[in-house]
């Protein structure tokens, strides 16, 4: 089993102030490794600002949500800003975070990716389940901040391939209760998606995410 282990940084958080809020978005900075692109949906260098909406259930919650995963590339698509981007951002919203800032500086997020297969032979979907270790005294935690910390990437970030118990543990009580079930989706994440070009568009949905999306916007009570 391959896990995506990604440390939190202060000013990725937004560089939350004393008043307990942001001073500008929060994100995810994901690594340029190859290894780990390869355990996000492929992004094209030739897109001006390619996304995809990643399919998430935050096991804290229980509820299935999207996020915006972003390349930024300015640098190869004729930008004359001084300083270009070539950066991958997973995007936080209030529906991943449960309406509060729950992530923290230096907390550790574990990802792990299932494929499911789609019945009567439409498209499958790959869903990414997340957890926070915040309790930064903890052994799993210790244990995961060196590894982290030791891993042959820069920038907080790291593959483990093994199986963590703790993790499983809580995905399978998560599909015991059948909360994904319940989808929510975060404004900024519609947004992005009005914004983007018809091509980009049409790329960005398979029937599994379309269903979702539809289901979200008939409050979880419409039959597809």
């Known amino acids: 089993m391959r896990y995506y282990l990604t440390k939190c940084g202060f000013q990725a958080l937004g560089s939350v102030g004393d008043d307990g809020k942001p001073k500008r978005g929060r994100y995810l900075m994901v690594s340029m490794s190859e290894d780990v692109l390869n355990f996000f949906p492929p992004l094209s260098r030739n897109v001006l600002n390619d996304s995809a909406v990643l399919p998430v259930i935050p096991l804290f919650t ?3 949500t999207y996020c915006n995963y972003v390349y930024h590339n300015d640098k ?13 951002r997973i995007y936080l ?3 991943l975070e449960n309406h509060c800032y729950y992530l923290e500086a230096q907390d550790i997020i574990i990802m792990r990716r299932e494929d499911v297969e789609e019945l009567d032979g439409e498209e499958g979907q ?19 901040s060196r590894y982290v910390e030791d891993y042959p990437i820069n920038g907080g970030n790291a593959l483990y391939d ?4 703790f993790f499983a543990s809580r995905v399978a009580a998560v599909k015991n209760n059948e ?7 975060d404004p900024t994440v519609t ?21 979702d999306f539809v289901l979200a916007g008939y409050g979880n009570a419409c039959a597809i």
């Open 62 to 64: 229980g509820k299935k």
């Open 126 to 144: 790959s869903i990414y389940y997340l957890d926070v270790l915040k309790d930064h005294s903890s052994g799993d935690y210790i244990s995961l």
């Open 191 to 211: 947004k992005r998606i009005e914004q983007s070009n018809a091509e980009m568009r049409a790329n960005l949905f398979n029937p599994a995410t379309f269903r």
């Open 162 to 165: 093994g199986e963590l118990s």
């Open 179 to 185: 909360y994904e079930s319940d989808i929510v989706i």
């Open 76 to 88: 190869f698509n004729g930008s004359s800003a001084k300083h270009k981007r070539n950066e991958y």
């Open 93 to 95: 919203n209030k529906e």
